[in-house]
């Protein structure tokens, strides 16, 4: 298949596709005689795997880990724990400091006293402090 039936079957766009085989994440495809991309349903598997992943938040030396390692089926799964461990850590450290962010826009928007710009206690406590 092209890349344009590949793009549409996994919901990727050509130009990711094209950063993926750049990256190494995917194989490099044959080409037709005629020079034009011919993906095989290994391709899809494995572009699907790696748009599942980032979907999930993994970054890409992650997801390229995670890839040799499912090449391998035969190791301990140790390492893909590990690799989502520490993701799962980094998430719950976002979630924290989106929390804190939350409670400080609430707090500063309950002390918004609904008057004018110049008033603004919110543009006040954006701007420089002194």
């Known amino acids: 298949m092209r890349i344009g039936e590949l793009a549409r079957l ?8 094209r950063f993926y085989e750049k990256e190494g994440l ?3 495809p044959a080409r037709t005689s005629a020079n ?3 993906y095989g349903i290994a391709h899809g598997q494995r572009l699907s795997f790696i748009r599942r992943a980032r979907d999930l938040g993994f970054r ?3 997801v390229r880990e995670l890839l040799t390692l499912a090449d391998h089926r035969d190791q301990s799964c140790g ?3 590990k690799i989502t461990s520490r993701h799962l850590s980094e998430i719950d450290t976002k979630i924290a400091d989106l929390g804190k962010m939350r409670a ?6 309950g002390s918004c006293r609904q008057g004018t710009i110049d008033d603004c206690r919110i543009i006040e406590t954006l701007g420089p402090q002194t």
């Not at 996994?10 to 596709?17: H, L, Q, S, V, Y």
Request: proline share 8%.
């Open 60 to 62: 890409l030396e992650d």
């Open 10 to 17: 996994t919901g990727t766009r050509t130009e990711t596709i």
């Open 26 to 28: 995917l194989p490099p």
């Open 36 to 38: 034009y991309r011919s």
């Open 104 to 109: 400080e826009l609430a707090r500063m928007l």
């Open 79 to 81: 390492a893909v724990d």
